[in-house]
């Protein structure tokens, strides 16, 4: 059974860093097979997907975040984590990880998808 769980402050003040770290049990992280996500969800709104880090560590993210997004992992604890710098009160959202999976279409197209989520846990920005 694969599990996820996201663990961090709750509440971050404006310009400040916000650091996240979710835990995986029943995977490994540095499998091939799938890659490990970030994906919020603003109140009111959609999800909105940050990045992944994939088995080699290489990381992806959306090119709205990127300036101030960046992933890590610890391989020894089967931990990554998500950095977000210079928050505002428009990033107060609840954080999920996720692990993704690919998928390849009849034309060798790749689409992916999230599986297995972690709870989510409720970040806000206020002074």
């Known amino acids: 059974q694969v599990q996820l769980q996201e663990s961090g402050p709750g509440l971050v003040k404006p310009s400040q860093t916000l650091s996240l770290t979710c835990t995986v049990s029943?995977?490994?992280?540095?499998?091939?097979?799938?890659?490990w996500s970030w994906v919020r969800q603003p109140p009111g709104k959609g999800l909105e997907w940050m990045g992944v880090?994939?088995?080699?560590?290489?990381?992806y993210t959306s090119p709205s975040l990127k300036s101030r997004t960046s992933i890590s992992r610890d391989t020894s604890k089967n931990q990554f984590s998500l950095q977000l710098t210079s928050v505002t009160p428009e990033d107060t959202a609840v954080y999920y990880c996720?692990?993704?999976?690919?998928?390849?279409?009849?034309?060798?197209?790749?689409?992916?998808?999230?599986?297995?989520w972690g709870q989510g846990t409720q970040v806000t920005v206020s002074s």
């Open positions: 996720a692990r993704r999976w690919k998928g390849v279409g009849a034309q060798g197209n790749a689409y992916y998808g999230m599986d297995y």
């Open positions: 029943g995977d490994s992280i540095t499998t091939t097979d799938y890659a």
């Open positions: 880090i994939v088995f080699d560590g290489s990381t």
